[in-house]
């Protein structure tokens, strides 16, 4: 027993030279591999990104990845941390978010996940995530539950949960709105989730549900169910859509004769919305953390960057991902290395740094805390709900 004991030290003695051999070349050691502090003290770190960057709803992906680019240049222009991203296509589907998540994992260099862009898809990363140890940020992720999958899951998108309520409240005070008709998509985790707090909040507030009609993924009439609605003549209806049907449902809609203002979930935070239904949009209201009109001047400067490199205003989307990155900047030089675990502790530690979206804290969870703001889109454009 003694005699081993002996070999053992000796066996982590020369283990321990050839590591601060390996330290002293510049070189180091983490969970993290080839991520390292820099002679300047800047933190290298390497980001996975998965975005849903072809199909039907690639103007979420796109949003997203412009906005992250955004960040990057400006943090890695400061110094502080010099970060890199890889990022990966799902293409909006489970087995191709899991299949590049899987991939972004395997590789010891990257240290935190963005994405994935839909919460059906970050419902099935999420789980390896939290199991592989490596922190993952949702910037787009809104269903409820997604923060609970696990300690490193987080997001700073405003849940569902938070955004319908503050919407639909402002507008039943607003029109003095009693009857409702809902319509949603009952083949996403996304929608779905959008119309279970629609339900409840509308239950809750005491309007009548005259009706719930669904529909799925790339439907593209809606004659049946829209009919049924304006037969009942509701005062308002709550849709949660994605922003291709939610558009199309606006635009029958209104070629229907139904003139009663929309509720949308988060989907619809989209100017792809306008681009679809046109004046068929008017009516639309949302709750959101971004308004890009907002007189303050990191909105303004951001804002101004975007349109200058895209050549259009950003949206939630890619406003939320922008934040993100810095969240995650924040994060790294908080823990003081590119490390899973000391990252994911430094993210939970996050608070009140002030972002375009505004303060962002994360509660126990990892869930963001932040107030929504409640828009309407008029004169095809959105604008605040007052």
């Not at 002293?24 to 770190?45: L, M, P, R, Y």
């Not at 110094?79 to 990966?88: C, P, R, S, T």
């Not at 606006?250 to 003139?259: F, S």
């Amino acid at each position: 027993m003694g005699k081993t004991f002996k070999k053992l030290s000796i066996l982590l003695s020369i283990m321990m030279l050839v590591l601060l051999a390996a330290c002293g070349t510049g070189e180091s050691s983490t969970s993290s591999g080839e991520n390292s502090k820099g002679e300047n003290g800047t933190i290298s770190a390497k980001i996975g990104v998965i975005s849903y960057m072809t199909g039907p709803g690639a103007a979420y992906g796109e949003a997203i990845t412009n906005g992250l680019k955004l960040a990057l240049e400006e943090i890695n222009e400061k110094g502080d941390v010099k970060i890199e991203l890889a990022i990966e296509d799902s293409v909006g589907k489970q087995e191709q978010a899991l299949s590049v998540g899987q991939k972004l994992m395997s590789q010891d260099d990257i240290v935190a996940i963005i994405g994935p862009t839909l919460s059906t898809e970050m419902n099935v990363v999420g789980p390896e995530a939290d199991l592989n140890g490596i922190p993952i940020m949702g910037t787009s992720t809104t269903a409820a539950g997604i923060p609970q999958i696990g300690d490193y899951v987080f997001r700073n998108s405003i849940p569902e949960s938070l955004a319908i309520p503050a919407a639909l409240e402002k507008a039943v005070d607003k029109y003095g709105a009693k009857k409702v008709a809902i319509l949603y998509g009952n083949d996403d985790l996304f929608t779905q989730s959008g119309f279970d707090t629609m339900k409840a909040e509308a239950e809750n507030m005491g309007l009548e549900i005259l009706t719930i009609e669904t529909f799925q993924k790339g439907q593209s009439d809606y004659n049946a169910q829209l009919t049924k609605i304006k037969d009942l003549q509701p005062d308002l209806i709550l849709a949660s859509a994605l922003y291709n049907e939610g558009a199309v449902i606006m635009d029958q809609a209104r070629k229907m004769g139904i003139d009663v203002p929309f509720v949308g979930g988060n989907g619809f935070n989209s100017p792809q919305v306008i681009e679809i239904a046109g004046e068929a949009s008017n009516g639309l209201i949302v709750a959101t953390p971004w308004f890009a009109d907002k007189p303050d001047e990191k909105v303004q400067a951001f804002v101004e960057k975007y349109e200058e490199a895209y050549g259009h205003k950003p949206d939630q989307f890619a406003a939320q991902a922008y934040d993100a990155l810095y969240i995650i900047a924040e994060a790294l030089k908080n823990a003081g290395e590119a490390d899973r675990d000391a990252l994911r502790d430094a993210l939970a530690e996050i608070k009140d740094l002030e972002g375009i979206l505004g303060k962002i804290s994360f509660d126990k969870d990892g869930d963001v805390i932040m107030d929504p703001t409640v828009l309407i889109i008029q004169d095809g454009e959105f604008q605040l709900f007052e």
